[in-house]
């Protein structure tokens, strides 16, 4: 039976040190920093938004809020992302996905300044992350390699298999366990033997967007299963993108949806508004 790492604790114990990093920086004179937008009234994003909020409360990190209407224009929003790229107190950008239709989210993110791109979405922050000399690390991914740390797992020369390779989750993924050394390999809609890849693999990083995707004849036995997704089963609760109940029997440590992957996703965007305040500091 596998260890279900708390993704919970983790997070806390990552957040307690940015904390005390924050207070230092405050001390010195510099307090980090976020702009969170927000535009429109989708449910979900306020959440994200509220919950990134209150994080960042909690370790002392200012943060200010640019609620926009559903009906702001494109030029709108770029003309407050100009501001806030300009404006010295704020330290990172986050621009709450997804945009309404009138608006082009590529056109957003790329008109945020690379040094304030907290979710490290610009391209130039995406180069960095590819080259492996990075500023920022992508929120999801980053909060997915602290789990796997605390695992005690050593990634090098370990079979690596990252199901899904969308730009925010899958891709970047692969690239931190390949900067990690480990063997990677990325599965997606098109890839043929997908269950004998899965199986052959050391670690799993599920970010499909589909609930109970991997089952447990598709892990091998001992293997680490992070669960990145994040979707409701047949009976609206809640789940992650991997058989939770059944794969435990077989994984050495998994992660649970929700209190896994989730709470670490925050934590990294903390840790990136902390970094980015520290060039203020300089
Ligand atoms: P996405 O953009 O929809 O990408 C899903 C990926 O899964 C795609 O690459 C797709 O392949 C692949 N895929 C879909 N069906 C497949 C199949 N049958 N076999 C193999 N691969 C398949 O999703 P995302 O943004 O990466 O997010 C993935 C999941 O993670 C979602 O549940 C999302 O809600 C969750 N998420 C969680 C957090 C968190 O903080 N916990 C953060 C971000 C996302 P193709 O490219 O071939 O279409």
Avoid: W
């Avoid at 207070?23 to 004179?29: L, Y």
């Avoid at 976020?34 to 938004?49: D, H, K």
């Avoid at 040094?115 to 180069?127: C, I, L, Q, Y």
């Amino acid at each position: 039976m596998g260890i279900v790492i708390d993704g919970r604790a983790v997070a806390a114990k990552v957040r307690c040190s940015i904390k005390e990093e924050t207070e230092k920086m405050i001390a010195n004179g510099v307090t980090p920093g976020l702009a969170v937008v927000i535009v429109g009234n989708n449910q979900a994003s306020r959440a994200y938004v509220n919950n990134k909020e209150k994080a960042c409360e909690e370790v002392g990190i200012r943060s200010e809020e640019y609620a926009l209407p559903e009906e702001t224009t494109e030029a709108e929003l770029l003309e407050l992302i100009a501001k806030l790229n300009a404006k010295e107190d704020v330290d990172g950008i986050l621009v709450q996905m997804p945009l309404p239709n009138q608006i082009n989210e590529e056109t957003v993110l790329n008109a945020i300044l690379p040094s304030k791109d907290v979710d490290a979405f610009h391209p130039v922050n995406v180069g960095k992350i590819m080259i492996g000399n990075y500023d920022f690390l992508p929120c999801t991914p980053a909060g997915v390699m602290e789990l796997i740390k605390e695992t005690g797992t050593d990634i090098t020369g370990k079979k690596c298999v990252v199901i899904g390779r969308s730009n925010i989750v899958g891709k970047p993924m692969a690239m931190l366990l390949l900067h990690a050394h480990g063997t990677v390999t990325i599965c997606h809609s098109r890839t043929k033997d997908l269950k004998e890849i899965v199986k052959d693999a050391d670690i799993i990083v599920a970010a499909v967007g589909k609930a109970k995707f991997v089952t447990a004849d598709m892990v091998k036995y001992g293997a680490v299963v992070i669960d990145v997704g994040m979707n409701r089963d047949e009976n609206g609760k809640r789940c992650g993108d991997v058989d939770f109940e059944a794969v435990k029997n077989v994984a050495s440590y998994i992660t649970p949806v929700p209190f896994g992957v989730g709470p670490m996703t925050i934590t990294m965007l903390l840790k990136n508004t902390l970094k980015a305040a520290e060039s203020r500091l300089k």
